[in-house]
């Protein structure tokens, strides 16, 4: 079988040039991380002439962080860390002459002080630090140890400098992603929702629409992560006020991420009623058509919230939400009926609400 061309490096490579998206920004990190680890290199070789400075193009790689917020974070955590590593290491070595025994303390301690929560993820170079310096016989010369807290603070400020200066990154388009798929999802939900309140007996598919609510409830959770990288990739950020940045899609996100909790209401309530066990049963079919016309009718508003810039219309929604709440004050539905209707409108009723804030 012939694999497909957009899942062959060669077709990741085709969406890295041809879009922008995680290909291009995956692509772009690794040059911006290759750039900074030579540049680091260079500098500590043949500008200030350090002896075999490993540290400076390590430091300098894992500060090309994710966002500019996580590699000031990660400059100070990995200065701290290695920092530490090197004066445990010449404080133990200075102590103990062995270099097996000095090893051992210097990996053992330097694990429990990298567990310390400010050291972050760097936390673990503690030891590894001071397990190099003691191996490569390093541990015990002042001048060397020096050069390896001046490489490592180098590199740190290289990657640093290489991410927040050059095409920092941003997540705009994820954003922008995360919105439309979620607003579909919950259409798609509400659209078959409809379809299951205005029929008479459950379908036989019920299962896909009960699979549905859970893939919900998974954007739901991938839009929030989605808008909160967006945020901290903005945060102290040179480009936050591209059009990449994807501040437009920051107020359609969030009335999307605020429909989910009443979504998962009503489809809780429509659930419930359709078991037809008192006292929540179905309503009438008159109260369950104009029940299902407001889901559509809401569902073609999600639809319209995604989209950047504009307003959806809620007036025929306001019309059947009046319709479906005049059926709650009269007694012709009778009370079980009544009150299974009355679950289903509380939900609709925070939906409305929702959209109208937006």
């Known amino acids: 079988m012939t694999p497909r061309l957009d899942r062959t490096p060669l077709g990741w490579a085709a969406r890295a040039f041809r879009v922008p ?17 030579v540049a680091a290199w260079l500098l500590a070789t043949s500008v200030l002439g350090l002896s ?13 962080e994710a966002t500019v917020y996580r590699s000031l974070l990660g400059w100070a955590q990995q200065v701290g860390s290695v920092t530490a590593g090197v004066l445990l290491a010449a404080g133990v070595a200075q102590l103990v002459p062995e270099q097996t025994t000095t090893l051992a ?35 015990r010369s002042s001048e060397l140890l020096g050069d390896r807290l001046l490489e490592t603070v180098l590199g740190a400020a290289i990657g640093l ?45 019920l299962d896909r629409w009960l699979g549905q609510i859970s893939d919900v409830r998974s954007l739901a959770r991938a839009a929030e992560d989605a808008s909160g990288l967006t945020r901290e ?43 037809g066990r008192e006292p ?3 309503p009438w079919p008159q109260a369950r058509d104009a029940l299902a016309d407001l889901l559509l009718e809401l569902a073609a508003a999600v639809r319209e919230t995604a989209v950047p810039g504009r307003e ?18 009269s007694s012709q539905d009778g009370v079980t009926a009544t009150l299974g ?14 959209l109208d804030r937006h």
């Open 21 to 37: 998206g995680s290909e291009r920004r995956t692509a772009l990190q690794a040059a911006k991380a290759t750039v900074a680890a």
């Open 52 to 64: 075999q400075p490993f540290l400076a193009p390590y430091a300098a790689i894992f500060l090309v």
């Open 105 to 139: 303390l210097v990996v053992f301690v330097g694990l429990l002080l990298g567990s310390w929560r400010r050291f972050g993820g760097s936390g673990v170079w503690v030891g590894v630090t001071g397990m190099l310096l003691v191996t490569y016989g390093t541990a």
């Open 161 to 205: 400098a290489v991410n927040v200066l050059i095409f920092p990154p941003l997540y705009g388009e994820r954003v922008a992603a995360a919105a439309d798929r979620l607003a579909d999802a919950l259409a798609g939900l509400l659209e078959d929702t409809a379809e299951l309140v205005r029929a008479d007996e459950l379908p036989d598919d």
């Open 233 to 275: 990739g903005r945060f102290l950020n040179l480009r936050k006020r591209s059009r990449h940045a994807g501040v437009q899609h920051d107020r359609p996100l969030k009335t999307l991420g605020a429909l989910w909790p009443p979504v998962e209401q009503l489809v809780e309530a429509v659930r419930i009623t359709s078991e």
């Open 280 to 282: 929540f049963v179905y």
């Open 312 to 329: 959806p219309e809620l007036e025929r929604c306001r019309s059947l939400v009046c319709q479906v709440e005049n059926r709650l004050v």
């Open 341 to 354: 209707l009355g679950a289903m409108a509380l939900p609709v009723r925070r939906l409305l609400r929702q």
